[in-house]
């Protein structure tokens, strides 16, 4: 296997769309101070907390148990100590319909357009919701909501849409050109699925920083500049945005709101599992490359690590400044990714990874899900049924928590939403 030299992680997410973008592990590769390990004979012997044991010793036998006590013990460990506690909105969600049932893709679809305000300041930080509905559903649709790192525009090839704003170097410019690749949207609606998509920089824009700008911004009280260190960092606030624009979708009596599915790439696919820890709502999870932070194992130091993504210089404000404190001492985490799947259960969750992502490593994400299973098989689903990691393009790993790996890298391939179709239509 030739070995050529892989580019940052920033490179890797702005352009997580990219297949091409994906290269094979460089072994000197330094990245905050930190030597990447992509030797699996180089990673440390470790053990994993049980989901199923409560903070004071005793086992969790029962589903009752699980979700009235042992849940909200792990929620809050995630909550405290990694992604920061976000706060209850401070007015309900307010809307503006900009665009409804309008024809699309040749009358296949219908198209809409949704301004959601996050505060009564209509001119401070809002999202724009673009979705659509299959045109002939003769009942209420499920939905696979995408949060996206392009504007609306570049994220669906549809030339009725204005291109929208989107942060380049700490400003908003309006973004007429991308290299992402498009969603297959109509082969959603031919399968009777909408799809919907808002830019993840609506929320609050993804630098260091981008605090002022943002969500987070409206509950600093006078004089604050930053937050508490169980508090709510970029993760969270994406992930609050998402909520507020379920609160909006709740109020579309054609979208069935039992069947809201949650989809993100990369720091979005940690979003995606995050949002579906603590919001309930959301029905089904696929949290696409979401790496280190995400699905993958931190005691399992290949790749990225908590040092090098919570590093000052890099993505610190991503997540509760206490998650820094770890970086160290990875092993005093009372808890792992495993966990953080198992709080997704017992509703569906699609794990999608690439053989090639060897900075996110699929196989630490594997190792996760294996390591969830009890807490799914507690509350009468199926975990992956599968010991060995698989090869690239295994299908047989779809059950209610579910793994897929394609041939590549850093990305969501077109293909992907083929599998990602057959996983909602399997569950839904």
């Known amino acids: 296997m030739k070995i050529t030299i892989a580019f940052c992680l920033f490179y890797l ?12 592990p460089n072994f000197s590769q330094i990245i905050a101070g930190v030597h ?22 005793q086992k969790v036998t029962t589903a ?103 942060w380049e170097k700490g400003h908003r410019i309006l973004q007429t050109n991308s290299n992402a690749k498009k969603v297959p949207v109509e082969k959603l609606i031919a399968a009777g699925i909408g799809y919907a998509t808002v830019y993840y920089g609506d929320m609050e824009p993804d630098f260091k920083g981008g605090l002022v700008h943002g969500v987070r911004n409206q509950f600093l009280q006078a004089g604050q500049q930053n937050f508490a260190a169980n508090e709510w960092g970029a993760i969270s606030a994406w992930s609050w945005g998402l909520s507020r624009i379920m ?10 709101q039992q069947r809201i599915a949650l989809n993100g790439a990369s720091r979005l696919g940690k979003t995606a599992l995050w949002t579906g820890a603590r919001d309930t709502r959301f029905s089904l999870i696929i949290a696409s490359i979401s790496g280190e932070g995400g699905a993958a194992l931190s005691r399992r130091n290949y790749g990225e690590t908590i040092q090098m993504i919570t590093d000052t210089g890099r993505y610190y404000y991503q997540f509760a400044p206490n998650y820094h404190s770890f970086s160290k001492r990875v092993a005093e985490l009372p808890m792992d990714s495993h966990m953080l799947i198992s709080l997704i259960a017992p509703r569906p969750l699609l794990l999608q990874t690439g053989n090639e992502d060897y900075f996110s490593d699929p196989k630490g994400e594997f190792l996760a899900a294996r390591a969830a299973e009890p807490v799914y098989r507690l509350l009468q689903q199926e975990g992956l049924n599968k010991t060995s990691m698989p090869v690239a393009g295994d299908t047989t790993m779809l059950n209610a928590l579910g793994y897929y790996m394609h041939q590549g890298g850093h990305t969501i391939l077109p293909e992907d939403y083929e599998v990602f179709i057959r996983f909602m239509q399997k569950h839904f």
């Open 13 to 24: 997410l702005c352009v997580a769309y990219d297949a091409q973008s994906q290269q094979k």
């Open 36 to 57: 990447v390990n992509y030797h699996e004979d180089s990673v440390n012997s470790y053990t994993l907390p049980d989901p199923l044991l409560f903070s004071k010793g």
């Open 64 to 166: 009752q148990q699980w979700m009235s006590q042992r849940r909200p013990e792990v929620l809050s460990l995630f909550e405290n100590l990694q992604f920061g506690k976000s706060p209850e909105p401070l007015h309900p969600v307010s809307y503006k319909i900009t665009e409804a049932n309008a024809d699309a893709f040749g009358g296949k679809a219908i198209r809409k357009q949704v301004t959601i305000y996050f505060s009564k300041d209509t001119s401070g930080p809002k999202a724009f919701l673009l979705y659509y509905l299959p045109a002939k559903a003769s009942r209420p649709s499920p939905l696979l909501l995408g949060i996206s790192f392009v504007t609306n525009a570049m994220a669906v090839d549809d030339s009725s849409l204005q291109p929208g704003m989107a």
């Open 247 to 256: 609160d909006y979708l709740e109020t579309d009596k054609q979208v069935d």
